[in-house]
């Protein structure tokens, strides 16, 4: 799945437009998101706001062009990559288990409560229902990673199995997308090629890690031997992306090849069969060194998209059933996301930022959306539904995880 917003149809803009666009972009995110950590609230949904007022839903100033959309993508494949490099991997490892419980837990809920909610109480087709559901299911990793990281939280327990969590949804994001694809076309379930990708995913996640810490390795090599510390930027940017091409061949999400280079390259990497694949320390520090201030450039540009694809002027605020069926799926898009939380042993705190950490939707929910109505499998009704409930969940969660971690 790919990782940058898909909401409508992107537009072609000329190149000068292009760099005034990028200014704007870069500015804008930074001031709103400065503005809003001097009230007290993420700077993170300071550019999302900045992408709502210069997108379509206000101003209209820009387009989501599809130069926008790549840089986008490389902004949270970058983000991920910082988050791999950060983690804690014997933590994650530890956590494991209940990542995958709550991963599982916070998928199934409102899949089956965002189901149920159209299909016998708003009488949506059985596609249209599923789409709904499906809309639901995954968690932005991207926004709720940069809330944490700005938070201060990102290393702590519950964090790790957020992390983990999130992970893995997109995963089954990914898995249930393919199937509904399947299933809107030929209106059968196919167990067989769905088996084929969750095989191939799970390929990718065991050797993937391997392959780029080889690869690191000789980057390493080159820069002993030539010493041109200035060939590591580059390698590793194209180390990056290549691994994020190959996630993607394998069926899974572009962000889980660049989560786990940036695994592979940090200093707790530990495989056991894999312990002769040390990297020098100083090569470490100058992969954080040359990557990590791209990083903060690249990744407001993917926050601000989010706000670009929201198109909040396509939703008839007027209408009743419009406000009945989106309050039943926001009540049911939170409420299956907390409770998935409270599968893990801890403090009610630790448990309640677990669940409200997985809650935003941001770009993946978008994504189903646009899938949805691409196939014609939801109409302008449910795709505007769907729509108010990403923008939501993605504006809610960052203010109640701060409210809720504050001593």
Known sequence: MAAAPTGGEAVTVDIHTLFLHIAIILISGRIFGTLFKKVGIPPVLGEVFAGI???????GLIPLSEAIKVLAELGVILLLFEVGLEADLHMLIRVGIWSALVALVGAVLPFAGGFVVSYYMFDMPLISSLFIGGALTATSIGITVRVLTDLGKHKDRFAQIVLGAAVLDDILGVIVLAALYEFSKTKEVNLEATAGLMFHIAIF??????????????????????????????????????????????????????????????????????????????????????????????????????????????????????????????????????????????????RMSIGLSMMPRGEVGLIFAEFGRSFHAIDSEGYAVIVFVVAVTTLLAPILIKLNLRE
Do not use: C
Request: aromatic share 12%.
């Open 53 to 59: 007022i210069l997108g379509q839903s206000v101003l």
């Open 205 to 350: 996640f065991v050797v993937a890690p391997i392959v780029a810490r080889l690869l690191a390795k000789f980057i390493n090599f080159m820069v002993e031997k030539f010493n041109e510390p200035e060939i590591i930027p580059a390698s590793i940017l194209s180390l990056i992306l290549g691994v994020g091409y190959l996630s993607y061949r394998a069926g899974s999400p572009e962000i889980l090849g660049a989560f786990t280079a940036g695994l592979a390259l940090s200093r707790r990497f530990a495989v056991p069969f894999a312990a002769f694949l040390h990297l020098n320390e100083r090569i470490i520090h100058k992969v954080e060194e040359g990557i990590l201030p791209l990083v903060h450039v690249m990744a407001p540009i993917f926050f601000v998209s989010v706000g670009l694809a929201l198109n909040l002027r396509a939703i008839d605020f007027s209408s009743g059933a419009f406000w009945g069926f989106s309050l039943l799926l926001i009540a049911v898009a939170i409420v299956g996301k907390v409770l998935a939380g409270f599968v893990v042993p801890g403090s009610f705190r630790e």
